[in-house]
Nanobody, 125 residues
């Protein structure tokens, strides 16, 4: 059974930084894509960043390019999202997701078959 355990998040003032991490376990395929999605109240879930863990290629939503960085530690089966220059509009529940197996990196939520429980990120102005 694949499990995704998120940690991090919290509250910060605008302009500040936060990081979230996602530890994956219970899978056997070597290729996977890991993504971070967010959902604010009353809004649709949005793909924020994703990484193809075997080759390292990445995707970023335009709204976070230059501010967020997704990275991985394959030895720990962990993916990180470093969030800098945070804005109030970044406030949302952030979810880690995995597509296992994965051939093509995509930011579309319906392609991801495993999800974490979510962690709240709140940015105050």
């Amino acid at each position: 059974q694949v499990q995704l355990v998120e940690s991090g998040g919290g509250s910060v003032q605008a302009g500040g930084s936060l990081s979230v991490s996602c530890a994956a376990s219970g899978y056997t395929y070597s290729t996977k894509c890991m993504g971070w999605f967010r959902q604010a109240p009353g809004k649709e879930r949005e793909g924020v960043a994703a990484i193809y863990t075997r080759g390292g290629s990445t995707y970023y939503a335009d709204s976070v390019k230059g501010r967020f960085t997704i990275s991985q530690d394959n030895a720990k089966n962990t993916v990180y999202l470093q969030m800098n220059s945070l804005k109030p509009e970044d406030t949302a529940m952030y979810y880690c997701a995995a597509e296992i197996p994965c051939i093509v990196l995509t930011p579309y939520a319906d392609r991801y078959n495993y999800w974490g429980q979510g962690t709240q990120v709140t940015v105050s102005s």
